[in-house]
């Protein structure tokens, strides 16, 4: 551990450039913010599609030639297309996507560690720190930008989180933060019916209950909320792209990222068709670390895996101008998202350590 904890603090002092871009026009805000995180979703499939050497590896995709006629095409635009058609049906058209770094548009952690609580502690914090190395059960201690907006003039009772993963209460500090959290297999108390059975799947019917709830589990139980409860701020946490990756699972992973992609859609189709959320709610998307970049060690990801701390950030939204994939040379940190998840409400967040300034929108 003292180790890696030399190598993650190496690779944080190096993460730490200025960042570029800082000023080229301001945020809007917008009355309601959605962020979704895909768990350890790479760069390369967002903007490249499907890797044609993981692909076409029988250990990863054992039938690789239905894998293929479902989101294979020999070139880029096609290919990624076919796989998240939402990110570049939608947002490659109305929003922003960031971190396509063949143009030289990156988006890193600042944490060197690249794994899962350093790095939604990252998001939601606006600081990296040391000391959160692991992803064990421990509880936070650093305001997050949830519980600050949680407390603010008109966002009490108003923001949620719906996590697949279930470290996620410690990661936002459940017992003081004054948000809704809703994680793992947690039932969801709630007089709805259809809440009632999603419940009851989730308890009666799933059998292999992991710390990763199913997402679809967990998108439907947000849907369900967002239409009882009508939140401003609401956090989706989807897990398992993650999952799927380190069980070495190539085919799995494509599917897992076309669902979200496809849950994604059905959010903003239920914004842009309900009346409050319409035309004045954006979405924040993004992952909280990268993997591997070779066909070797795509599955895997932490501080001595390269390409661990390559990330990316899509964001859509009324007041975001549709410039669809950002091809400038910029440098963007993962850090700089709890600013900007400030800002995107009209809100400046305020904590007691050093945090990172918004991300520049273009
Ligand atoms: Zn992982």
Redesign the pocket.
Known sequence: MTCILFFAAIQEISNQGTPTKQSTTAITPTGNLFIITI??FRWQEIFNGADSSIINDARYCPDSETMKMMYWSSDVEGRRKKLLPFFWNVIGERGQLYGNRRLNNKMNTANGFS??YPGYNEIFSGATDLSIATNSRYTNSHINVLEYLANRDGFQGKVAAFTSWDVFPYILNKSKSHIVINSGYEKMESCSSTQELISEVQEKHMLNKTETRHDELTFLTAIEYLRSSAPKVLYLALGET?EAA?DGRYDTYLEKASEADRMLARLWHFVQTTKGYKDNTTFVITTDHGRGNRRGNWMQ?GTFITGSSQTWMGVIGPNIEPLGEVKDEQQIYQKQLAQTIAALVGETFISDRKIAPAIALQ
Request: aromatic content about 0%; overall charge negative; proline content about 0%.
């Open positions: 768990d350890g794994i899962s993650d380190h990801h």
